[in-house]
């Protein structure tokens, strides 16, 4: 019931702070000591292993070699007494299958002695190989049920941590996941794969500018955005239970107009909330660096100081993970959703991404005079070349049913791909195309506020620009169509891909033309022409929100899927399936079945929204209309009977029957179009669900909109967006 949910979110509001805190004492140690805690880092690993096995392990960790199977052993005898000294009974090899999420199977150390009790043993082998029955992941196609082996590999370069609840601790250990015929069933094995090929065509090219690096990195600091309301409003929603979002809800009367949530003061038990998880996350080696409020009312943000890509992929879903598991205990459930709440903004998640050599030098860095910075130019160019040429690809890597209610939304960049470059960067690529190279560099100067006693800042040579899907933000690329509730291995793979295939095209054009007796310089300008003059469409600086940059976006032939359904196609491509196959990311059939689960799960997402939502309406919703029906029915009869007239009172009651029969009929309709029947392929399905039943959803939602702003509060049995967004 409304009322009830609120008068317990209220109270428990009211009294968790006087409550002993369930959370852990902020101790002794301070927060530089408690930094890895609990993880298996090099600190440990230098104390623990002897020194040949901790070189062969580093050594895989920074070069990519293999550790031998005498080594492993060794490892894993360290990593077990290390793990039992801090009351690990069990470990666990960790996954992120096709599902978006991670898995886990959890196995004890304990093997039964002889003589009755037990010893905590783990080999070489159990570290390196685990095998959980692959038959209940998703695999798209690529096994069947009675294939169902499927092993997990131990990634050395991703730490193992420990895992605390409440009641034991447990060993996680980072891994690949793949069929038993060596197929990727997972995220991090092509993510591990892209790495590996990036870094060879990048150092292909620093070589050409005189480098001695002998690997890059793909990094990458990812920012998550989420909502939190009170618990008591989630359990009595089943659309956020089951959903993820709220399917039915009126606007409230304030929503985020008043533009006064935004970097706003954090309330205490948020703030209770965010520490805790940041301590957490900070005991297993997350670096989280910035918490704040976001534009939404009961909207925040938490991101972490930037890592290798793996890693960051490894740490953003431990983040996800421990956001969702750390807000019960503080009376607060935290939604991770694209879109939970209509009306207001939605959360993304900016993937920040770059590219550094073994030495930390990032490739993307444009220095103080970036037109004479031959060598970030060519980076860049490549980034530019990559996007341009792969944009269906990069909108593949973000289509969601969830994104589908962000991107285009004016709160989120449009569905069309493009790069911000901004002012600085932008004038340089024009100089290059005009004279084939640049010869200055616009700075943005010094800034006086006029106020003697502030200091004049530097002012960065261009302004930010929030409309755009993919911006150069000073020293890095932000991917911003990301979403939400996506793991970024994905969005992650597929960058590194595209740049991958566009480094291979650079350093292929440049060591032609050193070959034909072409100084580098020369070699240099030459390309930057080339690829500044065919992939310059993709270059937008104005704002993504407006109707101009659709109908400029048009004319320049950039692709513009507006829904997921649309984009799904685009992974097929052939120049996308051969740039995979090509640098050995994803064989075709690999790279299918990410394609199939995609449009898989679209569907099923649809199809649990419209089924809850015929369930709600039918059991939450048409229930506590026809009650009010009856009390204003009763109400009309008993004014006739005394004799009196009310005609406002009598047109309430018709219109509230005129609600409520559409509102019935358009539940009818939506059971009615989930009852067809539908054979054949899933993305003629997908189409089904974007073209009828989501329409559908739609407008049964509008008319149950209506009658919840009607119906009275204590009858209205769902919390509504005025309690849930505000009440904190
Ligand atoms: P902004 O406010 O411009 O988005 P921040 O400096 O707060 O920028 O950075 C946002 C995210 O970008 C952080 O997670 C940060 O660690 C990350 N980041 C910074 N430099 C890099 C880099 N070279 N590669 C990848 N991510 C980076
Ligand atoms: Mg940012």
């Keep these: 019931m409304g009322s009830p949910a609120s008068k317990d979110a209220i109270r428990s509001i009211t009294t968790w702070a006087t409550t002993p805190a369930q959370v852990r004492p902020a101790g002794q140690r301070k927060a530089t000591e408690e930094f890895g805690s609990l993880t298996f880092n090099e600190e440990v690993q230098r104390a623990r292993l002897p020194k040949d096995v901790y070189r062969s ?11 031998e199977p005498n080594v492993a052993d060794i490892l894993a005898s360290a990593l077990k007494d290390w793990a039992v000294e801090h009351g690990a009974t069990h470990y666990t090899h960790w996954f992120q299958p096709l599902t978006g999420i991670t898995a886990e199977k959890h196995d004890s150390f304990l093997s039964p002695s002889a003589d009755g009790r037990a010893v905590a043993e783990f080999s070489g082998k159990e570290l390196v190989r685990g095998e959980p029955d692959a038959s209940s992941f998703p695999s798209g196609g690529m096994r069947s049920t009675f294939e169902a082996r499927g092993y997990t590999a131990w990634d050395p370069t991703s730490p193992p941590w420990l895992l605390e609840t409440g009641s034991g601790t447990t060993l996680v250990i980072p891994t690949a996941f793949v069929s038993w015929t060596g197929e990727a069933l997972d995220k991090k094995t092509p993510l591990l794969r892209s790495m590996e090929s990036l870094s060879k065509q990048a150092v292909r090219i620093l070589k050409l500018f005189g480098s001695k690096a002998a690997r890059v990195t793909a990094t990458c600091g990812p920012e998550q955005e989420y909502f939190l309301i009170d618990r008591q409003f989630y359990f009595n929603r089943p659309d956020l239970i089951n959903a993820g979002r709220t399917l039915f809800g ?22 209770a909330f965010m520490m805790e998880v940041e301590r957490e996350l900070n005991r297993v080696g997350v670096p989280l660096k910035t918490r704040h409020n976001e534009v939404a009312p009961g909207q925040f943000e938490v991101a972490p100081i930037f890592e290798n890509a793996n890693v960051a992929t490894d740490h953003q879903m431990m983040t996800m993970e421990m956001l969702r598991r750390i807000a019960p205990k503080y009376g607060l459930a935290c939604l991770m959703h694209e879109k939970p709440f209509a009306g207001v903004n939605g959360s993304g998640k900016h993937l920040n991404w770059s590219m550094s050599d073994e030495l930390g030098n990032n490739l ?10 031959i060598q970030f130019l060519v980076f860049c160019a490549a980034v530019i070349r990559a996007v341009n040429k792969f944009q269906g690809l990069l909108r593949f890597s973000i289509a969601s049913a969830g994104n589908d209610h962000r991107l285009g939304a004016n709160e989120a960049p449009p569905a069309i791909i493009s790069i911000f470059l901004g002012d600085q960067l932008t004038d340089i690529f024009q100089q290059v195309e005009k004279a084939g190279s640049a010869k200055t560099t616009k700075s943005g100067g010094i800034m006086d506020i006029g106020v003697a006693v502030l200091p004049k800042l530097p002012r960065d040579a261009g302004d930010r620009n929030r409309t755009s899907p993919f911006a150069f933000t000073g020293n890095k690329f932000e991917f911003r169509a990301v979403s939400s509730n996506q793991s970024i291995a994905l969005p992650n793979v597929v960058l590194n891909v595209a740049i991958t295939e566009s480094l291979d095209y650079c350093a292929t054009e440049l060591e032609k033309g ?28 104005g704002n993504g929100y407006s109707d101009e940059w659709q109908k400029e976006a048009a004319k320049r032939g950039l692709l513009n899927h507006r829904t997921s359904v649309d984009a799904y196609g685009e992974a097929m491509k052939p120049e996308v399936v051969a740039a995979f196959e090509k640098y050995g990311v994803l064989s075709e059939r690999e790279w299918h079945a990410r394609y199939e689960v995609a449009v898989e799960q679209y569907n099923k997402t649809i199809n649990v929204e419209a089924q809850l939502m015929v369930l709600m309406a039918n059991r939450y919703i048409l229930p506590a209309a026809y009650q009010f029906q009856g009390t204003l029915a009763g109400s009309v009869a008993a004014v006739k009977a005394a004799g009196a007239t009310s005609k406002e009172t009598r047109r309430a009651l018709d219109t509230l029957c005129e609600l409520v029969d559409e509102c019935k009929v358009r539940v009818d309709r939506l059971q009615g179009l989930l009852d067809q029947q539908h054979d054949g392929a899933a993305e003629k399905h997908a189409r089904f669900f974007r073209d009828k039943v989501i329409p559908a959803m739609e407008a049964l939602r509008e008319a149950a909109d209506s009658l919840e702003v009607i119906v009275p509060h204590d ?10 967004l505000f009440i904190k």
Aim: glycine share 6%; no cysteine.
């Design 57 to 67: 392990l580093r050594r895989a960790v920074a070069h990519g070699e293999s550790i």
């Design 715 to 724: 009858v209205w049995p769902l919390p509504t967006y005025r309690e849930m």
């Design 514 to 541: 050193l070959k034909e007796g072409k100084k580098l310089q020369a070699a240099v300008k030459q390309l930057l022409v080339k690829v500044v003059r065919e992939n310059k469409r993709i270059i937008f600086n």
């Design 250 to 271: 009126a606007r409230p009367p304030k929503g985020q107009e008043m533009e006064d949530h935004y970097f706003g003061s954090i309330p205490d038990r948020v703030l």
């Design 364 to 373: 993307l860095n444009p220095g103080d005079t970036p037109h004479e910075n």
